[in-house]
T-cell receptor
Framework: GQQVMQIPQYQHVQEGEDFTTYCNSS?????IQWYKQRPGGHPVFLIQ?????EVKKQKRLTFQFGEAKKNSSLHITATQTTDVGTYFC???????????FGKGTRLHILP | DAGVIQSPRHEVTEMGQEVTLRCKPI?????LFWYRQTMMRGLELLIY????????DSGMPEDRFSAKMPNASFSTLKIQPSEPRDSAVYFC????????????FGPGTRLTVL
């Protein structure tokens, strides 16, 4: 069945440094979604990627969908303390239209 | 819009007791999801409804768990009898159309079973 691998599991960065999390799938995806969960909060939708090779930006966040539609990345430029939280990818497989969340990458910012 | 509403926000109960979690999805949304989140297992989909009908309940851990959606604006997740390993945060989410659309999560119910 479909497997979602999200790496790294944890990341500590100094404030101002960049951060990247990766999401990989064992199957070709129809689309991928990214969510952010602040500590003590609930997952909040950030963006959806649909097209092969798609790149979308939201201020300091850059989202990319791989050419083969099997992987995706989220890059944050010059992290700020407000970026603290867990970033989840949610994959939708071509095969069975099920949405599966990755285990998330927990980002901690050192002041 | 009020967003997805869940109650209670916190629940502490003793092993063996029945627990009922409640969810009101966003008005007009056709799909509703129940998730369980723990440190060990992450975010797990328990069950998903579309137009009030359970479509996929393969994530429901065992017979102690049951979920209902009697109408478009209300769903319950029941655990009977509860066990300490059921302690987790339970999220309800809704989406406009199919299960592959953007999901809007409620604030969650933090359940502690002693």
């Amino acid at each position: 069945g479909q497997q979602v691998m999200q790496i790294p599991q944890y990341q500590h960065v100094q404030e101002g440094e960049d951060f990247t999390t990766y999401c990989n799938s064992s199957t070709t995806l129809s689309n991928i979604q990214w969510y952010k969960q602040r500590p003590g909060g609930h997952p909040v939708f950030l963006i959806q990627l649909v097209k092969s090779g798609e790149v979308k930006k939201q201020k300091r966040l850059t989202f990319q969908f791989g050419e083969a539609k099997k992987n995706s990345s989220l890059h944050i430029t010059a992290t700020q303390t407000t970026d603290v939280g867990t970033y989840f990818c949610a994959q939708v497989s071509n095969r069975d239209d099920k949405i599966i969340f990755g285990k998330g990458t927990r980002l901690h910012i050192l002041p | 819009d009020a967003g997805v509403i869940q109650s209670p926000r916190h629940e502490v109960t003793e092993m063996g007791q029945e627990v009922t979690l409640r969810c009101k999805p966003i008005s007009g949304h056709n799909s509703l999801f129940w998730y369980r989140q723990t440190m060990m297992r992450g975010l797990e989909l328990l069950i998903y409804f579309n137009n009030n009908v359970p479509i996929d309940d393969s994530g429901m851990p065992e017979d102690r768990f049951s979920a209902k959606m009697p109408n478009a604006s209300f769903s319950t997740l029941k655990i009977q009898p509860s066990e300490p390993r059921d302690s987790a945060v339970y999220f309800c989410a809704s989406s406009l159309g199919q299960n592959t659309d953007t999901q809007y999560f409620g604030p969650g119910t933090r359940l502690t079973v002693l």
